[in-house]
């Protein structure tokens, strides 16, 4: 067991404790070699429920864990084992828990908790989303902190667990009482999204109520019960909807939750038109009766008009917006207009390469995994995108390759999982050229294999591990597409996308030289890109929304070279 002033794993100085639940103990830790504060999670082994006959343990589920990368979550960096205990090395997160938050203050406005609630959706829909799904288990006030900024954090993934896809059930009963979705307690299949879904949900009703679960019985009341003036509001309806006893009756993914987050109001609305339209019942087949078909046909020819007019308006607006969060809403009603029309998505690709400060940061990010998400205002069970890609396959699948292409050229690191799913498969496109179908594989390879290094500390056969490459392979690609600067623009789609990759191989052989050399790449090779990545730089110049990429793989390729010339010195 830790103690206060030991100094763990050689260079962690164990400060204070600053939190304890059933099975752990965290402690805030200084790293006395680059003075940055930590915080430290030690788990004993004895107090541990996993499957162990079945050969799965805790430590192989946190170093997957250690591969998230996402704004809203901790970052795991470093996870040490001995004997008696596990020990998790996080990022310390300033701020309170909510669970503080909601004991100091009492019941938080719904117009808060919803903004909350919309972050934590998101961070839901990224660990649905991973290969194979990541399902928390324990959402709940005290695992969320807020930050000083307002964002909110999850904090602890004790209880995560890949999702298996057996549906035989979870190998142990784990999560809290009150916030714990049925099946979490044996004999209801396997966990999977919608149990994380009623976690959600149960802990919006405690922030908006000021109650926990415990503090009912355990009982999720209609939230009209405890504070009439919710009674009958969309945010009763969607904590009703999150906490249905069978997860079937649930939002089926946190994609589904987030939508109907976003248009709160609009249930509100649906509710207080209930007894208008009780009292027009009566009046309703009179007035068809009357309207008659011809004037019926004139209505629909009018909203068709509605209709197209809506969206050219709505993409005019967009257009003209300074930045892509100006633009977003405009865009987002265009599509719900006609979801199956690409001029709306190529309206999209259009304003992340006209962004004025050439910089799609971690929220652009966000806001555009939104706005794929988008619900047709004709209602139905598909996406605008699902409808897009049944109705236009081959501008979908053009469509799909250009924001791959551009995950690497606009966006900062932590993109490249979002990159995969766009370019996955797409070499196998009807619709695509040779040329496009193989840069697509290749950008494929290499996001998947530097998402699966993006955090930690790797090993010689990580890229092995993960089904995808090895390092030799890795280097391989990379060659074929950087080599030659005369023709990294041309194999790579444009000049800013090679300046993008030259950036991308340069940090990873910055940061993983040790692996490189370990699997036997030769300096050399390692050299022979990065030249060429210094060549091209000085010979092309891009267009203005090339300058920043450009100066950051320019900059990236000198600091590469530096560290290959150190790892290797010893061998000349």
Same mark, same amino acid.
């Given at each position: 067991?830790?103690?206060?002033?030991?100094?763990?794993?050689?260079?962690?100085?164990?400060?204070?404790?600053?939190?304890?639940?059933?099975?752990? @103990?965290?402690?805030?830790?200084?790293?006395e070699?680059?003075?940055?504060?930590?915080?430290?999670?030690?788990?004993?082994k004895?107090?541990?429920?996993?499957?162990?006959?079945?050969g799965?343990?805790?430590?192989?589920?946190?170093?997957?864990?250690?591969?998230?990368?996402h704004?809203?979550?901790?970052?795991?960096?470093?996870?040490v084992?001995?004997?008696?205990?596990?020990?998790?090395?996080?990022?310390y997160?300033?701020?309170q828990?909510?669970?503080?938050?909601?004991?100091?203050?009492?019941? %938080?406005?719904?117009?808060?908790?919803?903004?909350?609630?919309?972050?934590?959706?998101?961070?839901?829909?990224?660990?649905?989303?991973?290969?194979?799904p990541?399902?928390?288990?324990?959402?709940?006030?005290?695992?969320?902190?807020?930050?000083?900024?307002?964002?909110?954090?999850?904090?602890?993934?004790?209880?995560a667990?890949?999702?298996?896809g057996g $549906?035989?059930g979870?190998?142990?009963? @784990?999560?809290?009482?009150?916030?714990?979705?049925?099946? =979490?307690?044996?004999?209801?299949?396997?966990?999977?999204?919608?149990?994380?879904?009623?976690?959600?949900g149960?802990?919006m009703?405690?922030?908006?109520?000021g109650?926990?679960?415990a503090d009912?019985?355990?009982?999720?009341?209609?939230?009209?019960?405890?504070?009439?003036?919710?009674?009958?509001?969309? %945010?009763?309806?969607?904590?009703?909807?999150?906490?249905?006893?069978r997860?079937?009756?649930?939002y089926?993914?946190a994609?589904?939750?987030?939508?109907?987050?976003?248009?709160?109001h609009?249930l509100?609305?649906?509710v207080?038109?209930?007894?208008?339209?009780?009292?027009?019942?009566?009046?309703?087949?009179v007035?068809?009766?009357?309207?008659?078909?011809?004037?019926?046909?004139?209505?629909l020819?009018?909203?068709?008009?509605?209709?197209?007019?809506?969206?050219?308006?709505?993409?005019?607006?967009?257009?003209?917006?300074?930045?892509?969060?100006?633009?977003?809403?405009? %865009? =987002?009603?265009?599509?719900?207009?006609?979801?199956?029309?690409?001029?709306?998505?190529g309206?999209?690709?259009?304003?992340?390469?006209?962004?004025?400060?050439?910089?799609?940061?971690?929220?652009?990010?966000?806001?555009?995994?939104?706005?794929?998400?988008?619900?047709?205002?004709?209602?139905?069970?598909k996406?605008?995108?699902?409808?897009?890609? =049944?109705?236009?396959?081959?501008?979908?699948?053009?469509?799909?390759?250009?924001?791959?292409?551009?995950?690497?050229q606009?966006?900062?690191?932590?993109?490249?999982?979002?990159?995969?799913?766009?370019?996955?498969?797409?070499? $196998?496109s009807?619709?695509?050229g040779?040329?496009?179908?193989?840069?697509?594989?290749?950008?494929?390879?290499?996001?998947?294999?530097?998402?699966?290094?993006?955090?930690?500390?790797?090993?010689?056969?990580?890229?092995g591990e !993960?089904?995808v490459?090895?390092?030799?392979?890795?280097?391989?690609?990379?060659e074929?597409?950087?080599?030659?600067?005369e023709?990294?623009?041309? =194999?790579?789609?444009?000049?800013?996308?090679?300046?993008?990759?030259?950036? !991308?191989?340069?940090?990873?052989?910055?940061?993983?030289?040790?692996?490189?050399?370990?699997?036997?790449?030769?300096?050399?090779?390692?050299?022979?890109?990065?030249?060429?990545?210094?060549?091209?730089?000085?010979?092309?110049?891009?267009?203005?929304?090339?300058?920043?990429?450009?100066?950051?793989?320019?900059?990236?390729?000198e600091?590469?070279?530096?560290?290959?010339?150190?790892?290797?010195?010893?061998?000349?």
């Amino acid at each position: 067991m830790l103690k206060i002033g030991d100094t763990f794993d050689g260079k962690y100085k164990i400060l204070e404790e600053i939190g304890r639940g059933g099975m752990s @103990l965290v402690y805030l830790a200084r790293n006395e070699r680059v003075n940055k504060a930590w915080a430290i999670k030690e788990i004993p082994k004895r107090g541990l429920l996993e499957d162990l006959a079945s050969g799965r343990s805790l430590l192989a589920e946190v170093e997957m864990l250690r591969r998230l990368d996402h704004p809203n979550i901790v970052r795991i960096v470093d996870v040490v084992e001995d004997e008696e205990s596990i020990y998790i090395v996080m990022d310390y997160v300033q701020g309170q828990d909510l669970l503080s938050v909601v004991r100091a203050n009492g019941a %938080i406005r719904p117009e808060t908790v919803i903004r909350w609630m919309k972050q934590l959706c998101d961070v839901l829909w990224y660990l649905h989303s991973r290969q194979p799904p990541v399902i928390y288990r324990d959402m709940k006030p005290a695992n969320v902190m807020l930050r000083p900024d307002g964002d909110v954090v999850v904090i602890d993934f004790g209880t995560a667990r890949v999702s298996r896809g057996g $549906g035989d059930g979870d190998t142990s009963w @784990l999560g809290t009482r009150g916030y714990a979705a049925p099946e =979490q307690f044996g004999g209801r299949g396997e966990t999977d999204v919608r149990t994380d879904i009623y976690a959600l949900g149960a802990t919006m009703y405690h922030l908006l109520t000021g109650r926990s679960p415990a503090d009912t019985d355990f009982i999720i009341y209609p939230l009209g019960e405890l504070l009439p003036e919710l009674k009958g509001s969309g %945010i009763e309806r969607i904590v009703a909807k999150c906490c249905e006893m069978r997860r079937e009756n649930r939002y089926q993914s946190a994609a589904e939750l987030l939508d109907a987050l976003e248009h709160v109001h609009d249930l509100d609305q649906e509710v207080r038109q209930r007894d208008r339209r009780r009292l027009r019942l009566f009046f309703v087949p009179v007035l068809i009766g009357l309207i008659g078909s011809l004037v019926m046909a004139g209505f629909l020819e009018a909203g068709k008009r509605t209709v197209e007019n809506t969206f050219e308006i709505s993409l005019q607006r967009a257009r003209k917006a300074e930045t892509f969060p100006e633009a977003f809403r405009e %865009i =987002q009603r265009a599509l719900r207009m006609r979801p199956e029309d690409p001029e709306g998505y190529g309206t999209a690709l259009e304003k992340i390469v006209s962004e004025t400060d050439r910089d799609f940061t971690a929220d652009d990010r966000k806001l555009l995994r939104e706005l794929l998400r988008t619900a047709p205002a004709a209602g139905g069970e598909k996406s605008c995108l699902e409808i897009f890609e =049944q109705e236009r396959p081959a501008d979908y699948d053009r469509f799909r390759f250009r924001l791959g292409v551009m995950y690497f050229q606009y966006f900062r690191a932590g993109s490249y999982p979002y990159a995969a799913a766009e370019l996955r498969g797409l070499d $196998g496109s009807r619709y695509l050229g040779g040329r496009e179908k193989k840069l697509a594989a290749g950008l494929y390879l290499i996001s998947c294999a530097v998402s699966a290094n993006s955090s930690g500390e790797g090993s010689s056969k990580v890229f092995g591990e !993960t089904g995808v490459m090895g390092w030799t392979e890795a280097l391989a690609e990379f060659e074929e597409l950087l080599g030659d600067p005369e023709q990294a623009g041309e =194999q790579c789609g444009n000049t800013g996308a090679a300046f993008a990759m030259y950036r !991308t191989f340069a940090n990873l052989v910055e940061n993983k030289i040790k692996d490189f050399r370990d699997a036997g790449a030769e300096k050399d090779r390692l050299l022979g890109i990065l030249d060429a990545g210094e060549r091209y730089v000085r010979k092309e110049t891009g267009g203005e929304t090339d300058r920043v990429v450009r100066r950051e793989a320019e900059e990236a390729v000198e600091r590469a070279r530096m560290t290959v010339r150190g790892a290797y010195a010893g061998d000349e």
